[in-house]
């Protein structure tokens, strides 16, 4: 078991060649970054306006999420994620257009139809399950899903994300220790960027790393540079192998930085030092992304400055559609809530 982020962060001294990543598929990888920050800061903007009721960020997560989807197989594997999760989603087809329908709770919503917070997001034909408000409750959905993959002898992958505050909860360590217990093909994907809420890490566990506690539970661990593209990516790319290989789950242990508060209804002044809120500038993983890219001669300038504006450009045709866009008709308010008949 890797249980430091300096075993994992060697991993940026591959190149992009020997992890089977192509030049072209590193710029979209890159490009679906730029677009999740362009929707997320958006998002933010219109809960100013009064537009958007509730945000919670993945800003500062986007690098672990892009090259976790860049592991799977879009449309096969399974994604259960948490409400961070945009760049994950946006990077297996989501769209954001998808997304502000949901932020305006538009009847075309395809999380839910107009009936689910922000954030919570599905979409039925990229395989992303919607999950509940109680968090890490995804990790049993995605457990049973690997657990069906298994029992039907189908070739698919389940992934469920989390923050470090969600494995405090029971589910959790149910889901981990049924998938140990099975040798299932999941991953499970804890997106730690220190903070649960107010809480820091140091006062949630007693261990550095959550993926200490891998072997507990039987399985795979590694802890990675979450900010690293590339090393995420070989992180996924071993953990995914092994899952079809039948060689059973992997627990990641991805350190990542919160950019923002934990919400909007957060204030993260409040508990956070100003110098560990500066420090967070440095640690951006678009530009970080951004300079290895163009250190490596794959982004130019004027390529970079149309990524740029091309995502600010889908971002405000998103928004134009969605206000446009039917809210759900009232006579379907019981829709889904109870079963037919009853």
């Given at each position: 078991?890797?249980?430091?982020?300096?075993?994992?962060?060697?991993?940026?001294?591959?190149?992009?060649?020997?992890?089977?990543?192509?030049?072209?598929?590193?710029?979209?990888?890159?490009?679906?970054?730029?677009?999740?920050?362009?929707?997320?800061?958006?998002?933010?903007?219109?809960?100013?306006?009064?537009?958007?009721?509730?945000?919670?960020?993945?800003?500062?997560?986007?690098?672990?999420?892009?090259?976790a989807a860049a592991a799977l197989r879009?449309?096969?594997?399974?994604?259960?994620?948490?409400?961070?999760?945009?760049?994950?989603?946006?990077?297996?087809?989501?769209?954001?257009?998808?997304?502000?329908?949901?932020?305006?709770?538009?009847?075309?919503?395809?999380?839910?139809?107009?009936?689910?917070?922000?954030?919570?997001?599905?979409?039925?034909?990229?395989?992303?399950?919607?999950?509940?408000?109680?968090?890490?409750?995804?990790?049993?959905?995605?457990?049973?899903?690997?657990?069906?993959?298994?029992?039907?002898?189908?070739?698919?992958?389940?992934?469920?994300?989390?923050?470090?505050?969600?494995?405090?909860?029971?589910?959790?360590?149910?889901?981990?220790?049924?998938?140990?217990?099975?040798?299932?093909?999941?991953?499970?994907?804890?997106?730690?960027?220190?903070?649960?809420?107010?809480?820091?890490?140091?006062l949630q566990m007693g261990v550095d790393?959550?993926?200490?506690?891998?072997?507990?539970?039987?399985?795979?661990?590694?802890?990675v540079d979450g900010g690293d593209v590339?090393?995420?990516?070989?992180?996924?790319?071993?953990?995914?192998?092994?899952?079809?290989?039948?060689?059973?789950?992997?627990?990641?242990?991805?350190?990542?930085?919160?950019?923002?508060?934990?919400?909007?209804?957060?204030?993260?002044?409040?508990?956070?030092?100003?110098?560990?809120?500066?420090?967070?500038?440095?640690?951006?993983?678009?530009?970080?992304?951004?300079?290895?890219?163009?250190?490596?001669?794959?982004?130019?300038?004027?390529?970079?400055?149309?990524?740029?504006?091309?995502?600010?450009?889908?971002?405000?045709?998103?928004?134009?559609?969605?206000?446009?866009?039917?809210?759900?008709?009232?006579?379907?308010?019981?829709?889904?809530?109870?079963?037919?008949?009853?």
């Amino acid at each position: 078991m890797t249980d430091k982020p300096e075993a994992a962060t060697t991993e940026t001294q591959s190149t992009h060649a020997a992890l089977g990543l192509e030049p072209e598929k590193l710029v979209e990888m890159y490009r679906q970054m730029v677009l999740a920050r362009a929707i997320d800061r958006r998002m933010w903007v219109l809960n100013r306006q009064g537009k958007a009721p509730f945000v919670i960020s993945g800003q500062g997560h986007e690098a672990t999420q892009v090259a976790a989807a860049a592991a799977l197989r879009p449309g096969v594997d399974w994604l259960v994620p948490y409400y961070r999760d945009l760049a994950f989603c946006i990077a297996l087809g989501l769209t954001p257009l998808d997304f502000m329908l949901s932020v305006y709770a538009r009847a075309d919503d395809p999380s839910s139809g107009g009936r689910q917070m922000p954030s919570h997001f599905g979409l039925k034909r990229a395989r992303i399950v919607t999950t509940s408000s109680v968090v890490a409750t995804q990790v049993i959905h995605a457990a049973g899903i690997a657990y069906a993959a298994k029992v039907r002898g189908l070739d698919e992958v389940a992934v469920t994300c989390l923050g470090e505050g969600s494995t405090s909860e029971g589910d959790w360590h149910e889901g981990l220790n049924f998938a140990g217990v099975h040798k299932l093909p999941f991953i499970c994907i804890v997106e730690d960027n220190d903070y649960a809420i107010s809480v820091p890490h140091r006062l949630q566990m007693g261990v550095d790393s959550v993926a200490r506690r891998a072997d507990g539970y039987g399985m795979a661990g590694d802890t990675v540079d979450g900010g690293d593209v590339l090393a995420v990516y070989a992180v996924m790319k071993r953990a995914v192998e092994r899952a079809r290989a039948g060689e059973g789950p992997t627990l990641v242990a991805a350190k990542v930085a919160r950019f923002t508060s934990h919400s909007s209804d957060d204030d993260q002044r409040r508990y956070r030092p100003q110098e560990e809120l500066e420090a967070l500038l440095r640690r951006d993983p678009i530009e970080r992304f951004r300079n290895h890219l163009q250190a490596e001669g794959l982004l130019g300038e004027e390529e970079d400055e149309r990524i740029q504006q091309n995502a600010a450009s889908e971002v405000d045709q998103a928004v134009q559609q969605a206000e446009a866009a039917a809210p759900p008709d009232p006579a379907n308010l019981e829709l889904h809530v109870f079963a037919d008949g009853c």
